[in-house]
């Protein structure tokens, strides 16, 4: 059996397309249909993602007498390589900032809840609608690496020693911006509605709606950093969030 061969038995037995076989090892469709009809040979380190993806030895994929011989220590899940982990933590950037944003002006816009000036009522009216917008969008957008929240992960130890280290680099600034999100929106909505002007009502309600556009601006902060920290967690902890989830 040739090499071509073996990887379109293995792939079929896995119940896996080839677009599905070329996301995981990072190249195109075409490129996995050249390999299965012997056309062409993947890089060394595309063989080692295809063990490793089908749980099978090196020997078998390169020996064209050998029989299959699945290892027996190996973990079962899906193999992300450093290229799949970027695109996943720019996908959850995207992701997670569309829903700051929309969740911050969905609170900010509370500011221009004055049932008594018209104007402001529609510019909060068009704000909710903007916000829903986005949260429609992220809800609808495509998400191709859905399987990622499902299923163990397998890492090469540089792989995961780059996403450490780059999780370690960030995550002081991730959880202090959090926090201060946490904080303005304690102040939004917990501080500044007891500065009372009783004899100045206007001013009381310039002080409400600053408020309410601090509360928005730290619900941003916390929406967004929470998204990342969470995104990094996946990837670096996804034992600890496999077992939560059983």
Known sequence: ??????????????????EELSY???????????WE??????ETEKIVRMSKIFHVSLDYLLNEEGTQSPESAAEQGIYVSREMA?????????????????????????????PDLEASLLLFMLIWIIGIVLLFSVKLTDNPYRKLWQEPLLFDKAVKAELNAAYAERKSFLQLFSLIGIALIALGFLFFPLVVVVELPIADTLVFAAGMI????????????SGLIRAYR????????QKKRK
């Open 1 to 18: 059996m040739t090499f071509g061969e073996k990887i379109q038995k293995l792939r079929k037995e896995a119940g896996m397309s080839q």
């Open 24 to 34: 995981q090892l990072g190249v195109s469709r075409q490129a996995i249909s050249k």
């Open 37 to 42: 009809r012997d056309n062409g040979y993947p």
């Open 86 to 114: 970027d695109g996943f933590l720019l996908c959850q950037r995207q992701k997670f900032l569309k829903i700051a944003i929309a969740v911050g002006l969905i609170v900010g816009s509370l500011a221009l809840s004055f």
């Open 214 to 225: 601090v509360a928005g601006i730290g619900t941003f902060l916390c929406i967004y950093m």
């Open 234 to 241: 996946l990837l670096i902890m996804n034992e600890t969030y």
